[in-house]
Each structure stands twice: as structure tokens, then as C-alpha cells.
């Protein structure tokens, strides 16, 4: 019996070692995030322009909208639809990623800020397009 407590400390006391080599190969958790390109989303002279809301023609009760903010996320709705993603600009496009949108079913509906890939600003005008690079729809500063 006292053999196998023994052989039972040997083991836990192995396993310890392991645990803090193998946590000392891993960044803490509580450390902070590698910079992230985006992080810097309104250095450009693009990403200046687009911060702040945009929105669109209403459509029934509700109408597009993006809001820009300088961390390099974006909210907004379709009109029915919530979405939120990130962005980031340089000096001649926007583009989005990591777009979230919920799935509700609106009657009376188009829908068309689910399909958004980019943007770009001419004054006070955010043409959104999709992936294969066709324009989707417009929305003018708030």
C-alpha cells in the first residue's frame, strides 16, 4: 500500500513539473493581445473619413445603418437584421471581417448589408460591395 502512494506521488509530482514547463511556453492569459493591424483602423486618411454612422433609405419602418468606430469594429442593421463585425481601411478601400449577423425573417424586406466584402467614401457617400466586388447599396453620413 505504501508502495503504490508512493508511486502515486512520483506521478503528481512529474505531472507538476510538466504543467508549469508547459505553461511557461504559453503566453499568460492575462497578458496583453499581439497588435493587431486593425487595432490602428483610423490611421489612414480613408479610415478618419468613414467613422461615425451611416445610414440608408428606410424601407417600411426601419433603414440601413453602419456605425464606424476608430477601434476597428462596426454595428449597425439592415433594417431587420442586427451585424457586427471588424474594419479596416487603407488608403483606397474598407473591408470587413469576422461579420456576425442574427437571422431573423422580415416580411416586406430586402436585404442586402449581409452580403457586404467592402466599401469605399466619395464626401458623404459609403458604397458597400460584396464579395466579387459588385455594388450592393449606399448609405450617406448621419
Known amino acids: 500500500m505504501r508502495r503504490r502512494a508512493a508511486r502515486c506521488a512520483g506521478g503528481t509530482a512529474v505531472a507538476g513539473v510538466l504543467l508549469v514547463l508547459l505553461t511557461a511556453c504559453v503566453p499568460s492569459l492575462n497578458a496583453p493581445d499581439a497588435p493587431d493591424a486593425r487595432d490602428d483602423a483610423a490611421d489612414s486618411a480613408l479610415a478618419s473619413e468613414v467613422l461615425g454612422t451611416w445610414a440608408g ?3 417600411g419602418d426601419a433603414a440601413p445603418e453602419l456605425t464606424f468606430v476608430d477601434d476597428g469594429t462596426f454595428s449597425g442593421t439592415d433594417g431587420c437584421n442586427r451585424l457586427a463585425g471588424r474594419w479596416e481601411a487603407d488608403d483606397a478601400e474598407i473591408e470587413f471581417d469576422d461579420v456576425a449577423i442574427t437571422q ?4 416586406g424586406f430586402t436585404s442586402w448589408l449581409d452580403r457586404l466584402d467592402t466599401a469605399s467614401v466619395s464626401g458623404n457617400t459609403l458604397t458597400v460591395f460584396d ?12
Open 131 to 142: 464579395d466579387p466586388g459588385a455594388e450592393i447599396g449606399t448609405l450617406t453620413r448621419s
Open 57 to 59: 433609405q428606410a424601407e
Open 104 to 107: 431573423m425573417a422580415c416580411s
